[in-house]
């Protein structure tokens, strides 16, 4: 540090200059605190006629116990068909009635060669007839005393940019059922609508949504896997700022890629509110709860949908639904409130805040490069980091954003360790030593925060891409530095040998023995390296043991710090510096370990969904744990190498 003091006092006064766009974007996350409850209408009205009880009075019993939204979808004929509104019929049953019809026979097996025929019953109300004839402009026919719809479906695909998709008849939109919507109004709910890409009907939906736009109705939830209007662009652009200029938000689910979400986050300026969907467990439904409490508390999510729990009782649904939503108003903490949820207000972009980052991101690339001995490394290091945001400032690209970001992650986490490696005996000296990699990091995460920052990043719609590469890649360049003896060694051997004998230590090599014990030594860092990666994502098993300790910190700590920072990597980089200081062979190698602490903080903020003082309080957590828990590393290993000494005399 001694030799670059200048330059330390210039990064230190860019990260100050940059403190104003994290100050923005905390007082964003923390000005909207409401969150909702979501159940889709569809599953209420099967629940309350298993109970043979009516909508009305179960929609008011779960109201009272907390639900606050209801998710209605649109109407097709299969769901009419579901809902007993209509009942159709196979071709071979009508093929029996028309026997009695010759004339009609004759004319609907013509107009049906190309086709498949589908019979329904025409519903007894006059609003689900006017939704089926306006959407499908099917035939009326009378067979017997019955009036049934015939409509055929051709299997005809839509041309959709120059490629072919098809659309079943039965899925085809009909529109949104009014009577459901005016019986959320007569209840004093809120709803939201789901959305469908249905390919020919795509000009009546936004018709029919901005007619139905009311104060109950603010937000659409997409279904399926594409938004409306994909792939075609320019329509998803243009139904995106209509519906928003007409005062709707959009949901987007936790998850789920959905295509065409960034088009819309784009034309919307990111105008969505992150949802979480789950399927209650009724064995479990602390699990439930804690996994919903966590979304809400740790990942800016401020909309629950639930679903009932897989079980054939329908009582036993009941009271989990309803003990759930009586437990997640108790159980979360105070600042959350239920009600009408919005979107996060637009974060300020404040320019001279990205410029300083920038400036800091050469700044600390140059420095930390210094430590490696090739002199023009640093310069070809920060000239090409300036490049790159030089071009950022002029194109605006997200990719570039990340790109930067990506490449301060791993420099940053690399030199935290790095620049420990010296070691230290003393209490002082190794805290001062410690201090020095939290300011590397601290640096590092201001820069990557400011660099990401924006309503795309905390609504989770576009993401830090590099996590696998944090995780691996510092670790690897420590561990190559670990062993640069040997590496240094074999390439001064190569270049001292002939080709011929490269050729004999090649086959010498291939034709050694290999012991069992080396395979298992293998497999064992393998599977241990395979398992560190599964946890640095959501898709990692997690045992009941540790479910019980996490919830068991978060109850105590209101967060949890993270197990590989504090009870691993922070511990065993205290231990290195000891280790380093007093068995320098030895000690290195442990940083290869110890470097996990650091490079989990950075991923920890590179999570840009969850809230900055969430992520402050876990890593403070995992700082201080860390260092106690590392000093009593070295005193165990002290009172170790005291009774060795003493053994062996």
Do not use: C
């Amino acid at each position: 540090m001694k030799k670059n003091h200048y330059l330390w006092i210039a990064l230190v006064l860019m990260a100050t200059l940059t403190l104003p766009g994290l100050l923005e974007r905390h007082k964003v996350e923390t000005s909207q605190n409401i969150y909702e409850t979501v159940m889709p209408f569809s599953e209420i009205e099967k629940l309350s006629d298993d109970l043979d009880q009516t909508v009305d009075s179960l929609l008011l019993t779960l109201k009272e116990h907390g639900l606050e939204t209801i998710s209605i979808s649109p109407l097709n004929l299969n769901e009419l068909e579901r809902q007993g509104i209509t009942t159709s019929f196979s071709y071979r049953q009508h093929k029996d009635f028309l026997v009695l019809q010759p004339g009609l026979t004759e004319e609907l097996n013509d107009e049906s060669r190309l086709g498949r025929d589908y019979y329904f019953t025409r519903p007894e109300s006059a609003y689900y007839q006017s939704l089926i004839e306006e959407a499908l402009d099917p035939d009326v026919i009378k067979v017997g005393d019955t009036t049934l719809y015939h409509v055929i479906d051709l299997d005809e695909p839509y041309i959709i940019d120059d490629q072919p998709v098809t659309m079943s008849i039965l899925d085809r939109y009909l529109g949104y059922d009014e009577t459901t919507i005016e019986l959320m109004n007569n209840l004093d709910l809120r709803y939201l609508l789901r959305v469908e890409n249905s390919y020919p009907d795509q000009e009546r939906i936004i018709d029919d949504l901005l007619a139905l736009k009311s104060t109950s109705l603010n937000g659409l939830l997409f279904s399926g896997e594409e938004l409306i209007g994909f792939p075609n662009n320019y329509l998803m652009k243009e139904f995106s700022q209509t519906l928003t200029n007409s005062g709707y938000h959009f949901y987007s689910i936790e998850f789920t890629n959905q295509r065409g979400l960034t088009t819309y986050g784009e034309t919307s300026d990111y105008n969505f509110v992150r949802l979480h969907s789950l399927e209650l467990d009724d064995q479990d439904l602390d699990s439930s709860l804690q996994r919903s409490i966590r979304a809400v508390k740790e990942r800016n999510i401020r909309s629950l949908f639930i679903r009932l729990p897989d079980i054939t009782d329908p009582e036993a649904q009941l009271t989990t639904v309803t003990n759930y939503l009586t437990n997640l108003s108790d159980d979360l903490p105070d600042q959350f409130m239920s009600g009408g949820v919005v979107p996060f207000e637009q974060i300020d972009d404040i320019t001279y805040a990205t410029v300083a980052s920038i400036i800091g991101s050469v700044l600390l690339t140059y420095i930390a490069l210094t430590f490696i001995p090739i002199s023009w490394l640093k310069y070809a290091g920060a000239i090409g980091t300036l490049f790159v945001g030089i071009l950022l400032l002029v194109t605006g690209l997200p990719l570039l954003n990340q790109t930067l970001a990506l490449f301060i992650s791993l420099i940053g986490a690399i030199y935290a360790t790095l620049i420990a490696t010296e070691g230290a005996k003393s209490l002082k000296t190794i805290t001062i030593t410690y201090l020095k990699s939290i300011l590397v990091t601290t640096l590092t995460v201001i820069f990557i925060i400011q660099l990401l920052n924006g309503n795309a990043y905390i609504n989770g719609i576009l993401q830090f891409r590099g996590v696998s590469l944090v995780y691996t890649v510092p670790i690897i360049a420590i561990a190559v530095w670990a062993f640069r003896d040997v590496f240094i060694y074999l390439v001064n051997y190569l270049k001292s040998i002939n080709i011929d004998r490269l050729k004999q230590m090649g086959r010498y090599i291939v034709n050694l023995n290999v012991k069992y014990w080396h395979i298992i030594l293998v497999a064992i860092i393998g599977l241990g390296f395979n398992y560190y990666l599964s946890r640095g994502g959501n898709s990692g098993s997690v045992t009941d043991l540790e479910i019980w300790f996490r919830n068991q910190l978060e109850l105590l700590l209101y967060v949890r710090p993270r197990t590989k920072e504090f009870l691993i990597g922070l511990p065993i980089f205290v231990f290195s510096i000891y280790l380093t200081a007093t068995h320098p062979k030895i000690g290195r190698f442990f940083f290869i370990i110890g470097s996990i602490g650091f490079l989990s903080i950075i991923n920890t903020f590179s999570h840009l969904h969850t809230p900055i003082y969430i992520s402050l309080l876990r890593t403070f957590y995992s700082l201080v744990i860390g260092f106690v828990l590392g000093l009593l590393l070295i005193k165990l290993w002290q009172w170790i190498e005291s009774k060795g000494k003493k053994f062996w005399r």
